[in-house]
């Protein structure tokens, strides 16, 4: 869907351990995404980009950081994996700053 | 915190039945969007609509926007068992850039 890829699919992993979700597109699309989805919360934006090297904090931010180095890759790391941080995640893309296309998530569980 | 509130938060109907889905939201936006989840896929977008506009079509889909009461119907017309899924509205503050605020969703089921 819209050349987006998400990986991996799935992982679990426990508290304490780093995590790096990847993002990778083939669309050449200038702004790219991290949300959550939780239960009962919808999508809550964590980190976009806007360019290579240029990032800024969405509305749940804390506890990630993003890399974006090359245009079609958009990483999303845990420093310390917390429980509070199970979660689907998604990848999202846009050329114009509207409408956004995602990709089909990554569903992290964090014992 | 959510911009966006749908309700109601599940609705059940009969194909080929009409389906109305409604979005709140709390402060003056650029546009409001309807986007479609799948189980266990991402959002697909279906529809945007720009704070100028009031009504907008596309194939059988209706979506208002009432700026006045800060919100927003979609409307899927005679529905299939290919339209069950989530439906979410998102917006875009003003002056908020490309940042996207969702809503919670409407869980839509549609039975033969």
């Known amino acids: 869907d819209a050349g987006i890829t998400q990986s991996p699919r799935h992982k679990v992993t426990e508290t304490g351990t780093p995590v790096t979700l990847r993002c990778h597109q083939t669309?050449?699309?200038?702004?790219m995404y991290w949300y959550r989805q939780d239960p009962g919360h919808g999508l809550r934006l964590i980190h976009y980009?806007?360019?290579?090297?240029?990032?800024d904090k969405g509305e749940v931010s804390d506890g990630y950081s993003v890399s974006r180095s090359k245009t079609e890759d958009f990483l999303l790391t845990l420093e310390s994996a917390t429980s509070s941080q199970t979660s689907v995640y998604f990848c999202?893309?846009?050329?114009?700053?509207?409408?956004?296309?995602f990709g089909d998530g990554t569903r992290l569980s964090i014992l | 915190s959510q911009q966006g509130e749908e309700d109601p938060q599940a609705l059940s109907i009969q194909e080929g039945e009409n389906a109305t889905m409604n979005c709140s939201y709390k402060?003056?936006?650029?546009?409001l969007q309807w986007y479609r989840q799948n189980s266990g896929r991402g959002l697909v977008h279906l529809i945007l609509?720009?704070?100028?506009?009031r009504e907008k079509h596309s194939g059988r889909l209706r979506v208002t926007l009432d700026t006045s009461k800060k919100s927003s119907s979609l409307l899927i017309t005679a529905s299939r068992a290919a339209d069950t899924a989530s439906y979410f509205c998102?917006?875009?503050?003003?002056?908020?850039?490309?940042?996207?605020?969702f809503g919670t969703g409407t869980q839509l089921k549609v039975e033969l």
């Open positions: 402060t003056s936006i650029n546009n």
């Open positions: 980009s806007y360019g290579v090297k240029d990032t």
């Open positions: 999202a893309i846009s050329e114009d700053p509207q409408p956004q296309h």
């Open positions: 669309e050449n699309h200038r702004y």
């Open positions: 609509i720009r704070s100028n506009e």
């Open positions: 998102a917006t875009t503050p003003t002056g908020g850039g490309n940042k996207l605020t």
